[in-house]
């Protein structure tokens, strides 16, 4: 405990400095962040380059981003056939000359019904986002204003509402009357949006993602991008501090941009087989696997077991799956922190097939497929009290290997 103790005091110490020391600050939070007062949040915006490591050019820099993130809302999520005044102050119609059959590129119309395609997905998956907790399903403190102040106009799942079905049962008894029956039934929705006013965490994080697609033509929106932004969210949503927790939406848009700066090869299908892409990535596990354990190596390779079909989830996503969200955290915790961000990556992977040799040792390619793709996560877990973990080294048969321990 005394230990623990000295962590945070020389966490705190290194993040109240007047130029923080990032290297140093990179060091302390490898061995994991403690969560108490948004030493986490605070931590994660310095290491994934949101804050400068100046401190009186935080102020600065937190309002020009902040005031950016509302102008991408103003002018990215736009309603065809809403109304805008003019500086006169007369209301006049936007898409005058415009309609829903518009072929015109330039038109409203058609870039709504091309952004609604995007939506559509992006909406599907953040309605699933963490079903393990209810965190997305609650209201946020702080829903946006741009979107509430516009009646709902802004809400993006009402683009994209699930359907209403009606259906009628006919049926006839004899030489009687013919009863019909109405029914209505409403597709299933996995999380149910807010009343008028109010705004769940999905919703927020579904604006986000929309407007990274918009920004971002050249790669989109691609499946997974919600299991990436979730935990930053997440931690981002439920600082303590409310002058941070306020502007989480905002704050998160930009660190989730500059963490997929780092890894948006992963997520481009022309650049799988690339060096950078995830073929690449996969390739490397592969190699640290032999460096590190060759008899499970082999036996994987005598089986035609490739990290394909097992690891292409677990470093696209960053393990944000194969474990439960405190332990992403944690885990996130070092990845962040690592000077060689996505080789460490690689050494987290390699740890957790070497921790099932025995069990892969034993069995037969589809018993191996089945423990790698879908029972990892409950056979390495972090286990233990809340306090942070770290990351010890360990041997197997004299090689290293890296995994996650109790601080």
């Known amino acids: 405990m005394a230990a623990y103790r000295t ?12 130029e923080i020391d990032l290297k140093k600050l990179k060091q302390l939070c490898f061995n994991g962040i403690p969560d108490e007062q948004g030493r986490r949040a605070l931590c994660w915006k310095l290491l994934l380059n949101y804050l400068p490591t100046t401190r009186k050019t935080w102020s600065e820099t937190l309002a020009r981003k902040r005031l950016l993130y509302k102008q991408f809302i103003d002018e990215m999520i736009i309603t065809p056939g809403s109304c805008c005044q003019e500086n006169d102050g007369s209301r006049v119609d936007v898409t005058f000359a415009d309609h829903p059959l518009n072929l ?19 909406d599907k998956d953040v309605r699933r986002l963490c079903p393990d907790i209810s965190f997305f399903q609650q209201a946020t403190d702080f829903p946006c204003h741009e979107v509430v102040q516009s009646s709902g106009i802004k809400r993006l799942h009402k683009r994209v509402q699930h ?60 499946q997974g991008m919600n299991e990436i932004i979730g935990p930053i969210y997440y931690t981002f949503a439920r ?21 997929m700066g780092e890894i948006r090869d992963f997520f481009i299908k022309s650049l799988d087989e ?31 077991l490739r990290p394909q079909y097992y690891s292409f989830r677990w470093l696209t996503l960053l393990l944000s799956q194969e474990f439960h969200l405190p332990d992403v955290l944690r885990i996130w915790d070092s990845l962040f922190a690592d000077e060689k961000r996505f080789g460490f990556l690689i050494h987290i992977c390699c740890s957790m097939i070497i ?53």
């Open 7 to 18: 962590r945070l005091r020389e966490l705190d110490e290194a993040l109240e400095c007047d």
């Open 104 to 122: 015109n590129p330039d038109s409203q119309w058609q870039t709504f019904f091309k952004d609604n395609e995007v939506l559509l997905q992006i």
């Open 163 to 222: 359907t209403i079905l009606k259906s009628a049962n006919v049926e006839r008894k004899g030489i009687g009357v013919t009863k019909i029956a109405l029914s209505v039934k409403k597709a299933q929705e996995d999380y149910a949006p807010m009343p008028e006013g109010s705004e769940a965490h999905w919703e927020v994080v579904e604006r986000i993602l929309f407007l990274y697609a918009k920004l971002n033509p050249g790669q989109g929106y691609v």
């Open 239 to 259: 600082d303590p501090d409310l002058s941070w927790r306020e502007h989480a939406e905002a704050d998160c848009f930009f660190c989730f941009t500059n963490l």
């Open 274 to 304: 690339a060096e950078c892409g995830i073929s690449g990535m996969m390739g490397k596990l592969g190699d640290t696997l032999r460096a590190n354990d060759h008899q499970v190596w082999s036996r994987l390779q005598q089986q035609e």
């Open 355 to 407: 921790l099932l040799r025995d069990q892969l040792l034993k069995g037969d390619f589809p018993a191996n497929v089945k423990l790698l793709q879908f029972q990892v996560s409950s056979n390495w877990k972090l286990k233990g009290s809340p306090q942070p973990c770290m990351l010890k080294s360990g041997k197997v048969k004299n090689k290293e290997w890296i995994t996650l321990s109790q601080f």
